[in-house]
Every structure is written in C-alpha cells, then in structure tokens.
T-cell receptor, first 115, second 111 residues
Framework: DSGVTQTPKHLITATGQRVTLRCSPR?????VYWYQQSLDQGLQFLIQ???????AKGNILERFSAQQFPDLHSELNLSSLELGDSALYFC??????????????FGPGTRLTVT | GESVGLHLPTLSVQEGDNSIINCAYS??????FIWYKQESGKGPQFIID?????DKRQGQRVTVLLNKTVKHLSLQIAATQPGDSAVYFC??????????FGPGTRLSVLP
C-alpha cells in the first residue's frame, strides 16, 4: 500500500458526460501528479500540483482540468468525455516537487470507461 | 484486472534465472532515473533509482546499470521469482522537469 488513495476505483459513463476523480496524497506529501494510462501506451503525464498551485502541465487536454485543495487532496475533472478518454487514471504524490526529482508514490488508479 | 500494454515487448525467463530488462532514454540531460514495477490491476511501484553521477546501484535482488554514453538503462533481477511477473517501466527526469516514462516491458516468469 503506497499510502495514496484514489476514488472511485471504477467509473462507467457515457460520451459527453463529465466526471471527477479524487486523490488523497500520502501524509506529508505536498505534490500531486496525474497520469493517464491507455491500453498499448505507457504513462502519460497530465499535470502536477505542489502545495495547492499548478506546477507543471503535460499532455492534458483542454477538456480536462485539475485542482489541489488546502488539505492537499486533488481532483481531476474530465468533461465532454469521448470514447478515447477510456483509460486508467493514476495519481501519484511526492514529498517535494520543485526544483529537483523526487520519488513518486502511485495510487491504485481509477479505471474510466466511456461508452 | 485488465492488462496494461497488450502489445508490449515481452521477456520470458525461467524461474530462478536472472532477468535483464533494458530501457533507452531520450534526454541526454536527464539526471535521475527510476524503475517501476506494475502488476496487473495496480499502480506502478518503485523498485530502485539511480542518479546520473553513478553507473551502478544495487538493491535487494535488483541492480540498475546506467550508461550515459548511449543513453541506456538496465534493470537486472537476480533469481527471478513468479512474483516478479509484471510490466516494468523506466522513468527519466531532468532537473526541474517532470518524469517521462518508457513504454514498458512485460516480464513473464516461467515455472
């Protein structure tokens, strides 16, 4: 158990809908990262937050957004969902995240299925 | 659970043999590298890391080798066990940037 929790574990929704994925980092970790993992693809970095502020953006679509709250939990919002958005979404956390590399601890993921 | 990376390269080894998983990284400026293990239905799990000022680092039954000249990273697993069956990812990081993950290799341990 990495100490990172994600809810829900599974999510099935229809095209055009909007969903919110939730992540709670390990105790003491200030950074949260979101990744997308599709079949036949590796982990694609989406976005990072550090202590409530957006720190870095990767391959995140404009239909997707995220935020990190004062208690450091984070939410990833996916809107106008398309079939191609079906994937595993992982959250990871690390103690740091600014100016340096830190080991990231991954949650169990949320499996999103868009029908 | 659903398999990740159905078309990943696969390495099959006999139980008890040593495994070597290779990774070519892309950024010559990367200075920190991690190997992750991902079992079916689970998130990636940290195995071992290495910084660019080192060529080799050993853990429990695992060794990571870094060849900066050819931008190559390898993970060696000694006495491979059935529980080692998983997808293995390398990840590279350049100071101040975010991790870039490789496509992964599926390790299959044969009885």
């Amino acid at each position: 158990d990495s100490g990172v929790t994600q809810t829900p574990k599974h999510l099935i929704t229809a095209t055009g809908q909007r969903v919110t994925l939730r992540c709670s980092p390990r105790s003491g970790d200030l950074s949260v990262y979101w990744y997308q993992q599709s079949l036949d693809q590796g982990l694609q970095f989406l976005i990072q937050y550090y202590n409530g502020e957006e720190r870095a953006k990767g391959n995140i679509l404009e239909r997707f957004s995220a935020q990190q709250f004062p208690d450091l939990h984070s939410e990833l919002n996916l809107s106008s969902l398309e079939l191609g958005d079906s994937a595993l979404y992982f959250c990871a956390s690390s103690v740091g995240g600014t100016g340096g590399a830190y080991e990231q601890y991954f949650g169990p993921g949320t499996r999103l299925t868009v029908t | 659970g659903e398999s990740v990376g159905l078309h990943l390269p696969t390495l099959s080894v006999q139980e008890g043999d040593n495994s070597i998983i290779n990774c070519a990284y892309s950024n010559s400026a990367s200075d920190y590298f991690i190997w992750y293990k991902q079992e079916s239905g689970k998130g990636p799990q940290f195995i071992i890391d290495i910084r660019s000022n080192m060529d080799k680092r050993q853990g429990q039954r695992v060794t990571v080798l870094l060849n900066k000249t050819v931008k190559h990273l390898s993970l060696q697993i000694a006495a491979t066990q059935p529980g080692d069956s998983a997808v293995y990812f390398c990840a590279e990081n350049h100071y101040g940037q975010n991790f870039v993950f490789g496509p992964g290799t599926r390790l299959s341990v044969l009885p």
